[in-house]
């Protein structure tokens, strides 16, 4: 007789299961500001999404919203049909306990533009920390794992070093190890290159290349239009919180449709 799968611990260098987000309606106000205007988005297990727009239009709202770090104030988000929202036009629907909510959030990994290390701990120290405080692995099994996704992103004569020894292309490159350590089901971008040397891009963007056709289901908030339409499987245009257009990259990015997505294509291209 067979035992679940789910029941089995996951090997640390395993592809987790890819995630699948649902946003319905999402409304994100601060005081008379309203940032996220009616957000319905849809995400499928394994799916690459690039989420473009002008500056300010919500992009980063958004994945905080996604990760829990902002709560709407009307609307609801899922994850592999779990709720996360609370309220729906006023309805109050079942609150998530605080637990619930750590335990969503460690499946999502979030890599944020300034990369954000721990500048005190080393390379290996800042991917192995989090599956061992979280108690997914014992540190010398987080440890080996941390090792083999250093390798993974190209730095594996970089784990004794500390992140002001490295380039920012480096840093960026622990960060996405760090992110793959919790063995995340979704991953979240957040302008992941913006901060970096234009000749540093090429080696985040192949990383995140190398995630996107590995069947991670990814979230990427880029001004990278070429890298988006290499990776990404749906491409989103964000203005002023709305989605104004989405679809395949060669629909949105080479025959837009509404004036603001064909406005904002010819300033970044
Ligand atoms: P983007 O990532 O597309 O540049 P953001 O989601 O960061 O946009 O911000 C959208 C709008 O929301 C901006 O006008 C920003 O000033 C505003 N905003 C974001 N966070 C807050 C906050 N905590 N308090 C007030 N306004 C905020
Ligand atoms: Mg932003």
Same mark, same amino acid.
């Given at each position: *007789?067979?035992? /679940?799968?789910?029941?089995?611990?996951?090997?640390?260098?395993?592809?987790?299961?890819? !995630?699948?987000?649902? +946003?319905?309606?999402?409304?994100?106000?601060?005081?008379?500001?309203?940032?996220?205007?009616?957000?319905?988005?849809?995400?499928? /297990?394994?799916?690459?999404?690039?989420?473009?727009? /002008?500056?300010?239009?919500?992009?980063?709202?958004?994945?905080?919203? +996604? =990760? %829990?770090?902002?709560?709407?104030?009307?609307?609801?988000?899922?994850? =592999?049909?779990?709720?996360?929202?609370?309220?729906?036009?006023?309805?109050?629907?079942?609150?998530?306990?605080?637990?619930?909510?750590?335990?969503?959030?460690?499946? +999502?990994?979030?890599?944020?533009?300034?990369?954000?290390?721990?500048?005190?701990?080393?390379?290996?120290?800042?991917?192995?920390?989090?599956?061992?405080?979280?108690?997914?692995?014992?540190? /010398?099994?987080?440890?080996?794992?941390?090792?083999?996704? !250093?390798?993974?992103?190209?730095?594996?004569?970089?784990?004794?070093?500390?992140?002001?020894?490295?380039?920012?292309?480096?840093?960026?490159?622990?960060?996405?190890?760090?992110?793959?350590? !919790?063995?995340?089901?979704?991953?979240?971008?957040?302008?992941?290159?913006?901060?970096?040397?234009?000749?540093?891009?090429?080696?985040?963007?192949?990383?995140?290349?190398?995630?996107?056709?590995?069947?991670?289901?990814?979230?990427?908030?880029? %001004?990278?239009?070429?890298?988006?339409?290499?990776?990404?499987?749906?491409?989103?245009? *964000?203005?002023?919180?709305?989605?104004?257009?989405?679809?395949?990259?060669?629909?949105?990015?080479?025959?837009?449709?509404?004036?603001?997505?064909?406005?904002?294509?010819?300033?970044? !291209?």
């Amino acid at each position: *007789m067979s035992t /679940p799968t789910s029941q089995l611990p996951r090997p640390a260098d395993a592809d987790a299961p890819a !995630l699948a987000i649902e +946003i319905r309606d999402v409304h994100k106000w601060y005081g008379a500001h309203r940032v996220l205007d009616g957000i319905d988005l849809t995400v499928r /297990p394994g799916e690459v999404t690039v989420i473009v727009g /002008p500056s300010g239009s919500g992009k980063s709202t958004l994945l905080r919203v +996604i =990760n %829990h770090l902002e709560k709407p104030q009307i609307g609801h988000v899922s994850l =592999n049909g779990e709720l996360i929202g609370v309220r729906r036009h006023g309805e109050r629907l079942k609150e998530l306990s605080e637990r619930a909510i750590l335990a969503q959030r460690s499946r +999502i990994g979030f890599v944020f533009q300034n990369f954000n290390l721990f500048p005190h701990l080393t390379v290996l120290e800042n991917v192995a920390a989090a599956p061992v405080a979280t108690g997914l692995l014992r540190k /010398p099994e987080a440890q080996e794992s941390a090792r083999t996704l !250093l390798g993974r992103v190209g730095l594996a004569d970089k784990a004794g070093a500390y992140p002001r020894q490295l380039s920012g292309g480096q840093q960026q490159r622990v960060a996405i190890a760090r992110a793959l350590a !919790l063995r995340p089901g979704v991953i979240l971008f957040d302008e992941p290159t913006s901060a970096l040397d234009p000749e540093l891009v090429g080696e985040v963007l192949a990383v995140i290349k190398d995630l996107a056709t590995s069947g991670t289901t990814l979230v990427i908030v880029t %001004h990278e239009i070429g890298f988006a339409r290499e990776v990404a499987d749906r491409v989103v245009f *964000m203005d002023g919180g709305r989605i104004l257009e989405q679809g395949p990259p060669e629909q949105v990015l080479d025959r837009p449709q509404h004036p603001r997505t064909q406005e904002f294509l010819s300033k970044v !291209l």
